[in-house]
């Protein structure tokens, strides 16, 4: 299960995946390793460069599997900017601008989270063609806030630059806190990126007994 900073569940974390399955393939000496997601069953392999791919699984296209309030076009959505919405096991809201960085992001991400064509809430990404195969990319994810990266969010940029015909399957995306790559193949959305261990941390037995 993955948690966002508010408590309720994020469904899906491209990152934290990636995350925890480089930390289990060195763990457990391996290259490749399956892991158990509110997402499904999603499989990553570490690549001959030392990055991780998580493959987060065929994107959700069908309107109430987004899950989206009621049928519409998910390619043109009856919102401002024409977004489109695009289901990676949680539901997101991809605009496409000129300009990504001159989006206020902290003053439209709450408000387009909470519209009401979004049941469950949505995360929100605001996305400029770089070129054929790069972009940036920001984020307002859905009970956090305006975060560093979103791989689940990567993931629907991508599907949602593709089917719009912007790109093609590939993609580089920049992100506040480095590069993202996703490729849709046959077989689901690969998402990499860098890996950084950056702590260690012992949960004390009374946090664990009392925290159950």
């Known amino acids: 299960m993955f948690w966002n900073s508010d408590g309720s569940q994020a469904g899906a974390c491209g990152n934290a995946t990636r995350c925890v399955s480089d930390y289990m393939m060195r763990d457990l000496g ?3 390793v399956s892991l158990v997601t509110a997402r499904g069953t999603l499989r990553a ?3 001959a ?8 699984g065929q994107p959700q296209l069908d309107w109430a599997q987004i899950p989206l309030a009621h049928e519409v076009d998910h390619l043109h959505l009856p919102l401002p900017g024409d977004p489109v919405a695009v289901g990676m096991g949680n539901p997101h809201c991809v605009h496409f601008v000129q300009n990504a960085e001159g989006v206020d992001l902290a003053a439209l991400g709450p408000k387009i989270e909470h519209d009401p064509l979004f049941p469950q809430r949505t995360n929100v990404e605001f996305a400029e063609l770089l070129s054929p195969c790069r972009m940036r990319m920001r984020v307002w994810e859905r009970g956090t806030g305006i975060t560093l990266a979103c791989g689940s969010g990567a993931c629907a940029v991508a599907v949602a630059a593709h089917l719009r015909g912007m790109i093609g399957p590939r993609v580089a995306l920049e992100v506040d806190g480095g ?3 996703v490729d849709w193949r046959d077989d689901g959305v690969w998402l990499t990126g860098p890996v950084a261990r950056v702590f260690d941390g012992v949960l004390s037995a009374d946090h664990v007994a009392t925290n159950r």
């Open 49 to 56: 460069d030392g990055r991780v791919w998580v493959n987060m």
């Open 30 to 32: 391996v290259d490749a």
């Open 179 to 181: 590069v993202l790559e």
């Open 45 to 47: 392999e570490r690549a």
